[in-house]
């Protein structure tokens, strides 16, 4: 069986990809996490036994080269990262140290060591604000956070490297993810927390950004499609083609979960927030099949029932969260 290591497995699409690999029945899966605040291998508990974890930070490039040398692996999937825009506006440095160093470290061990594929996992942030049509694959990048600052930063040295040692890479920029075992930080379980508990429901502006809504197990089927398909070298765009505002998105929790509007506080917005990302995937459904298969309506309403079937998890980390919630969500004077 081929080793497959996973970096950030124990974070929300990391998981979901430990779960696919480990069910197919064809890998030998190794998890390296740091648990940040964002990991947690309770995420896991369904493999529990089916994958060996090593807890160790990939900004530390000895300790991540040594680990190289002794797992051998064949493969590398590469997730582990800061991944929350708001905090990368709080504070930055992280992400660079993470995203960037993080990814060199991972890189230069896996050069040295000689692996069979290594596939990057990158944001359709990096293309910036596109007001109208979409980002194709060959698209210039204008990442205007921090966060997507350090992910075009990481997105451009796995390029670096294919070319100036040939390290066999695929690089992946997929679109807003959402589902089951999503910190709730991000959009879908801060406003599922929120209503579950009639509390306000924070919305930045007037919620009239756009994204485009990807169920998770479905980008981690198009990761696992070009784990197992693509041609050496090649980056896809994996998105979902459903594009909602914000605002459209919060109305559909509210609706499914029997939720007033009145629970909307429109708040002030994030410092430089993308008005629009699109990307467009005519190449991942041209040349290898891959194709999203839930709408929107199924995703949410499977994401909803399993914020309601797991509110412990969600409780416990809300817990950490009222002071984070303050410095993000203020209120309009
Ligand atoms: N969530 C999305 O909508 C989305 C969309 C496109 C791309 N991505 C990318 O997909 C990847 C996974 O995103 P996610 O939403 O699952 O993130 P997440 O925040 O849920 O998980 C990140 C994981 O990385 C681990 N990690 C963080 N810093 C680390 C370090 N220094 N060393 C080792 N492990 C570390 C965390 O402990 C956590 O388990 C990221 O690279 C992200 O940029 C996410």
Redesign the pocket.
């Known amino acids: 069986m081929k080793k497959i290591l996973v ?2 497995g ?5 998981s979901e990809f430990v779960r696919q690999a480990v069910y197919a029945n064809q890998y030998t899966v190794e998890v ?5 605040y ?2 947690d291998r309770a995420r896991l508990k369904s493999v529990w036994g089916d994958y060996k974890f090593h807890k ?4 530390n490039a000895v300790l991540i080269h040594s680990l190289f040398k002794k797992i051998r692996p064949d493969i590398v999937v590469h ?6 825009v708001d905090r990368s506006i709080l504070e930055g440095q992280v992400f660079l140290k ?1 995203n960037i160093l ?1 990814t060199q470290a991972l890189l230069e061990a896996a050069r040295h060591q000689g692996i069979e594929r290594f596939v990057h ?4 942030e990096v293309y910036g604000d596109v007001i109208k049509g979409s980002s194709t694959e060959k698209s210039p990048f204008s990442p205007n956070s921090p966060y997507s600052v350090s ?1 075009a930063g990481a997105d451009m040295l796995v390029s670096a490297y294919a070319r100036t040692y040939k390290l066999p890479v695929n690089i992946i920029r ?4 959402y589902g089951p075992w ?2 709730p930080e ?1 959009l879908v379980p801060v406003v599922i927390y929120k209503a579950l508990n009639h509390q306000k429901v924070p919305v930045y502006a007037k919620g009239m950004n756009v994204r485009e809504w990807l169920y998770v197990a479905d980008c981690v089927r198009g990761i696992m499609t070009v784990v197992q398909k693509a041609k050496i070298g090649e980056v896809y765009n994996i998105g979902s083609d459903i594009y909602r505002h914000n605002i459209d998105i919060v109305r559909l929790i509210l609706k499914i979960l029997g939720r007033s509007e009145d629970l909307i506080q429109f708040v002030e917005d994030r410092p430089g927030h993308d008005f629009r990302y699109s990307i467009n995937c005519t190449k991942i459904h041209r040349d290898l099949a891959w194709k999203p298969e839930y709408d929107l309506k199924r995703g949410l309403a499977d994401t909803v029932r399993w914020y309601c079937a797991n509110r412990n998890w969600l409780d416990k980390k809300v817990s950490y969260l009222s002071e984070y919630w303050n410095k993000v969500y203020k209120v309009k004077k």
Do not use: L
Not at 32 to 36: A, E, T
Not at 56 to 59: A, E, F, G, S
Not at 174 to 177: K, T
């Open positions: 970096t950030g124990a974070g929300f699409i990391g390296v996490d740091s648990i940040s964002a990991g160790v930070d990939i900004r997730f582990a990262a800061e991944t929350h993470t993080g996992i990158s944001t359709d992910k997929a679109s807003n993810n999503q910190y991000k």
